[in-house]
């Protein structure tokens, strides 16, 4: 089975420039998350999606970040413009739903450096 | 909201048991309690999850007193490989599962 893919794994940007991330998660996994985790720290979710719902996204920095999951399966995290503390890994989980909505799987990540 | 206390860092050594500990003093009848291991430049691993008494693995042990206020993740004769970050979570009540992971612990193997 494959596991969940995310791209690009290393990105470097400027500040005030604009990035996006894609995620790819497990097949027929309804539930899909993304988090940010800074260098020493655990990960902080930022958006849930049940299908292509938004379950919570009350940690998400609305003013410049966006997520979408259309069509229910592949999702894009997007940073419009970046700044410097946004430098961190973003991860991406899926999980089945039902009762195994403890049971995330995640992805590689993708580590974004700004400069 | 369930908030876990975790201690920051732990060494053992090759072969011996290793014992991490989780408080959520304010755990909710409905949560359930699962650890994450996260290796360096990886992404979380779930290990295990349980609401009551011992729940047993291939990986790991999970302990849970009858109050749940606390957690026990048991390693049986760890190896360098398992030097890695553990995380305690606890499922948030009131509907939607919503993830918190805290900063976890440390877990350094020493030969």
């Known amino acids: 089975e494959a596991g969940v893919a995310q791209s690009p794994r290393y990105k470097i940007i400027e500040k005030r420039q604009s990035v996006a991330f894609w995620c790819n998660p497990i097949s027929g996994h309804a539930t899909l998350y993304w988090y940010q985790q800074i260098l020493g720290q655990g990960p902080k979710l930022l958006i849930q999606f049940q299908n292509n719902g938004v379950v919570d996204d009350s940690q998400l920095p609305k003013d410049r970040f966006s997520a979408e999951r259309l069509k229910g399966v592949d999702s894009t995290l997007k940073i419009q413009p970046a700044k410097l503390e946004d430098s961190a890994v973003y991860l991406c989980?899926?999980?089945?739903?039902?009762?195994?909505?403890?049971?995330?799987?995640f992805g590689p990540g993708t580590r974004l450096t700004v400069t | 909201l369930a908030k876990t206390t975790q201690p920051i860092s732990m060494d053992s050594y090759e072969g011996q048991e290793v014992n991490i500990t989780c408080s959520h003093n304010n755990i909710a009848t409905n949560d359930y309690i699962t650890w994450y291991q996260q290796f360096p430049s990886q992404g979380p691993r779930f290990i295990i999850q349980?609401?009551?008494t011992k729940v047993t693995n291939e990986v790991a042990s999970l302990f849970i007193p009858a109050d749940r206020k606390s957690s026990t993740l048991s390693l049986p004769r760890v190896s360098l490989s398992d030097t890695a970050v553990y995380y305690c979570?606890?499922?948030?009540?009131?509907?939607?599962?919503?993830?918190?992971f805290g900063r976890g612990t440390s877990l350094i193997v020493h030969p």
């Open positions: 989980a899926s999980t089945l739903g039902g009762g195994n909505v403890y049971e995330q799987y």
């Open positions: 979570l606890v499922a948030e009540s009131g509907g939607s599962y919503i993830p918190t």
């Open positions: 349980g609401y009551k």
